[in-house]
């Protein structure tokens, strides 16, 4: 009889940080202070575990020739026809990913320790950060796109919390304001996909609408459906990853803890994106429509962000900047087709992300010792390509950069300012019978709703 | 009256009713508020434990099939009406229970009685006289005056105005109608606006959206948020087999369908400028409320089950929302400014969790009962008319961006310097929104149970508006 068969393995694997998140937050409720050192010790013991766990699905995988394990749990709930699958997935594409994402959550679960110690929110950072973790393995283990938007949306709320885990300043609670807007809206494309996959194709599983093996795996859905699905599913992808007209919200984010920001927007989140990209590749294959808007999405993204990162004065914002160029470059490489370059380019990029943005609370003291081990001469770098255009143009591009592409400004003024406007119209001149409320001055605007400053 | 097949042993909802009422009389007049509060707390317990014996007399019927009472027969349950019923007397108990000192009033507290006693004739009456007699009643406590104060009785002009509006609308339906079902006639047909109207205004339809905000904005919202959580407006389209109404329900659904979805997302977008909390957790449930007419008029089973799942949400969710905001604000008046941050979670951190939790169930978040039931609901809409999917999608987004500044603005931020030493969440008020809380949380990791309870109230609904089919 097996130890554990493929089944338990991915079962256990996906439903431990949910468990841990369960556990700790029903001790706490229950008047539990939440101890530093236990929950310390719960998370050493949980993503050891999990290391493990992860470690023996591989190998299992990989001694039988196994490229594909999915696990049917039947139906969350059911009515008249219509059902909510339950499964979950492991295969080529998945695997890498949740093994990142335990290696990672762990590593980074084992810095907070320390880098976290006696802060008034360590607690609360170690619960969102298992809740997190158990988003991701559900995102990248979903079998249907069902699931997946559970875990997805999972990692969108945790990510916001976190973004204003400094609750006591006002800037991270704005920001994390801006991002969860952002991040709904940009949700909106991708439960409207998978409705649309239901009403449709009659089905969200990707074993359903992908058959076969990823990355040889083909496509079911036809018609004139097809293209639109593409496109909504690569906005959501581009919600997640910060890329097109969704680029905003990733510098916004780096008012969390330097931890949050490795792991959440240097390492897993927002690789969620290239990951959607990279599951629905068979159905961009077949609509150029959506592979060029993915191609166009990630050219101008990668061009923006790269101006911006070389002009910004803060490691974690230039840090931002960097990892959103390279997700451009990623879902570049996926619009090609180039499936295994893109997969090796995410677990590449996440890897040497995350370590940059653990060390950027110590940049400065790095620097200060190459500076010393160099004999005080540290030549300039990064200027190569800078050389090559005119002075003109490179002072035009400097002061785009520094207005970080007017993103923010464009935003505000072409979409949220007249919306609010129109809000406040509307409030004040209503004619309903039933609320002669007097309205607040027409000027005043929500301080959440405020222009970053 | 309808056929019922059979008998319970017992008039228990009569008892109910009869005790909800006899306890409203009593404790009205009652000036100590730890008496008044045990006393309808004691109340609503018994009057749940009565209607928990017709539920588990009703399910174990052959086919859930419909139960009336012995002796007389004024009432009777099903499928539809008995979860309902009794979750909402669960609620009025947390209401009661939860209820700042201040609020606990003998008024205050016979008042949420009057409304309970007042609504089980609507949740359960077999003849339309009934169930209309019930329907004015229900906002007699706050005629009376008995959750304002005269400091905010203006604030209760709005939902006495829609009342009285939509009491008579139905009461003409009914006159109309009378006592047969009618054919399609002239009579019908006015019957029918009439309908429309007493329900657009009960559930707040556009433009009569306004009145729960209005509400809220004086005295306690806890009492305006019992009264719109009744949701009689959709219960008269649920039993509308029971009061003769069915055919021309099936025609008001179709007027009733577009006024929802554009109140979703009209509220939704009307919050971008809004800023006293109040105000907006007003049109926050309006909003979501909207939604289940959206789903009950999506003609396909999923959807009704949809509907019905969420009309538990919004109920669980919205009362613990708005309770726990009253009591916050029971600690710092300071909250009814919508413009700074308070950063109350640094003395309130459960509450700060209720809050957030009850309301990322209402704007369905994965994991809680609100995303079952959006998506059955989302499922039902996009088979019927997918243009009324997209637009819930929208508002849904809306809405938990709304929620989202609204718990930032209570519970986020630097810790305002006025803010005194508060508790945090007492143990009275922490087991009823701990129950709601793991309601919404556990309903939504296991939704089997509550899904296949609705089930059979989502089929009984759709073959008898012959809604399947299209009949409509």
Request: glycine share 8%.
């Amino acid at each position: 009889m097996e130890f554990l068969t493929f089944n338990q393995l991915v079962q256990l694997i996906v439903a431990t940080p949910g468990a841990v998140f369960i556990g700790l937050s029903v001790a706490w409720l229950l008047g539990w202070p939440g101890k530093e050192k236990v929950v310390a010790r719960v998370t050493a013991v949980t993503y050891i575990g999990l290391t493990i766990l992860v470690a023996m699905l591989a190998w299992k995988m990989i001694s039988s020739g196994t490229h594909m394990v999915t696990v049917d749990l039947g139906n969350w709930f059911e009515i008249a026809g219509y059902g909510f699958p339950l499964s979950l997935m492991v295969d080529r594409l998945s695997l890498p990913m949740v093994a990142l994402t335990i290696v990672l959550v762990g590593l980074v679960g084992s810095f907070s320790i320390r880098y976290l110690h006696r802060d008034p929110g360590y607690f609360r950072f170690f619960l969102l950060m298992h809740l997190y973790a158990f988003g991701c393995l559900l995102l990248f283990t979903a079998g249907s796109l069902d699931l997946l938007i559970a875990g997805w949306e999972v990692v969108g709320i945790t990510s916001v919390l976190l973004i204003a885990f400094f609750q006591y300043r006002k800037a991270p609670v704005d920001n994390a304001i801006r991002v969860f807007g952002t991040y709904r809206i940009a949700d909106i494309c991708l439960l409207l996909a998978v409705f649309l996959a239901h009403h449709w194709f009659g089905s969200g599983a990707w074993a359903v609408l992908f058959p076969g093996e990823w990355p040889n795996a083909t496509h079911t859905i036809t018609g004139p459906g097809m293209t639109f699905m593409a496109v909504l599913l690569v906005f959501a992808a581009c919600g997640k990853s910060s890329q097109g007209p969704f680029m905003g919200w990733l510098p916004r984010a780096m008012e969390g803890p330097t931890p949050s920001s490795a792991i959440f927007y240097g390492a897993i989140s927002v690789h969620a994106g290239a990951y959607l990209v990279l599951r629905i590749e068979p159905l961009l294959q077949s609509s150029p429509v959506a592979r060029y808007l993915l191609m166009f999405v990630g050219l101008t993204t990668a061009v923006l962000a790269t101006l911006i990162h070389r002009t910004s004065v803060d490691a974690k914002t230039s840090l931002a900047y960097a990892s959103m160029t390279q997700l451009s470059v990623i879902f570049i490489e996926v619009s090609l087709g180039w499936t295994t370059l893109a997969i090796l380019h995410t677990v590449g990029h996440a890897i040497v992300r995350t370590a940059q943005f653990l060390r950027a609370p110590s940049m400065l003291h790095d620097y200060h010792r190459m500076h010393a081990a160099a004999g005080g001469h540290l030549g300039k770098v990064g200027e190569q390509y800078e050389a090559l255009v005119p002075h003109r143009v490179q002072l035009w591009l400097y002061s785009l950069g520094l207005e970080r592409g007017c993103y923010d400004a464009l935003v505000d003024r072409l979409l949220l300012h007249p919306l609010q406007r129109l809000a406040r119209q509307l409030a004040v001149q209503k004619n309903s019978f039933t609320d002669p409320t007097p309205r607040q001055p027409a000027g005043e605007t929500p301080s959440s709703l405020k222009p970053h400053a | 009256m309808p056929e019922a097949t059979s008998l319970l042993s017992f008039p228990w909802i009569s008892a109910s009713a009869l005790a909800a009422l006899a306890g409203a009389i009593g404790i009205w007049r009652c000036t100590d508020p730890d008496r008044a509060r045990r006393s309808a707390a004691l109340v609503l317990a018994g009057v749940v434990a009565l209607l928990l014996a017709a539920m588990l007399e009703q399910s174990r019927a052959v086919d859930s099939a419909r139960m009336a009472e012995p002796w007389g027969g004024l009432f009777e349950v099903d499928a539809v009406n008995g979860f309902p019923m009794l979750l909402y007397v669960l609620l009025a108990l947390v209401t009661v229970l939860v209820a700042p000192r201040r609020d606990a009033s003998g008024p205050f507290m016979g008042g949420v009685l009057g409304i309970i006693a007042a609504s089980l004739l609507v949740y359960a009456g077999r003849s339309l006289a009934l169930i209309v007699i019930g329907w004015w009643l229900t906002a007699l406590p706050f005629a009376l005056n008995g959750f304002a104060g005269s400091r905010h009785l203006r604030h209760h002009r709005s939902l006495l105005l829609v009342h009285a509006l939509a009491g008579g609308a139905l009461t003409a339906a009914a006159l109309m109608i009378g006592p047969r079902a009618p054919d399609f006639d002239h009579a019908s047909t006015v019957a029918m606006v009439l309908v429309v109207i007493a329900v657009a205004l009960r559930k707040g339809i556009f433009p009569a959206h306004g009145w729960l905000a209005r509400t809220f904005e004086g005295g306690s919202p806890l009492a305006g948020a019992l009264f719109f959580n009744g949701h009689l407006g959709a219960l008269i389209l649920l039993r509308a087999e029971s009061t003769h109404l069915a055919a021309t329900v099936q025609t008001a659904l179709h007027y009733l369908n577009w006024g929802a979805l554009f109140t979703a997302v009209f509220t939704a977008f009307l919050m971008l400028g809004e800023t006293k909390p109040r105000r907006m957790l007003g049109l926050l449930c309006v909003s979501q409320a909207a939604f289940i007419l959206a789903g009950l008029c999506s003609a396909q089973e999923a959807g009704i089950a949809g509907a019905l799942l969420l009309w538990v949400v919004v109920a669980v969710a919205s009362t613990a929302l708005v309770a726990t905001y009253r009591a916050v604000e029971a600690r710092f008046t300071g909250v009814e400014d919508g413009i700074a941050m308070l950063g109350l979670a640094a003395r309130t951190p459960r509450m700060a969790v209720f809050f957030l939790v009850s309301g990322l169930a209402l704007v369905g978040l994965p994991g809680t009962l609100g995303y079952c039931a959006e998506d059955l609901l989302y499922h039902g809409a996009l088979e019927s008319e997918p243009l009324l999917g997209v637009v819930l999608l929208l508002a849904t987004a809306l809405n938990a961006i709304h929620l989202f500044r609204l718990f930032s603005h209570l519970f986020l931020g630097r810790l305002a310097a006025e803010v005194p030493e508060m508790p945090d969440a007492l143990p009275r008020e922490r087991w009823p929104l701990t129950l709601c809380v793991v309601l919404v949380v556990a309903g939504g990791l296991m939704p089997h149970r509550l899904v296949q309870l609705r089930e059979a109230a989502a089929k009984q609904v759709a073959e008898k508006l012959g809604l399947e089919h299209g009949e409509h």
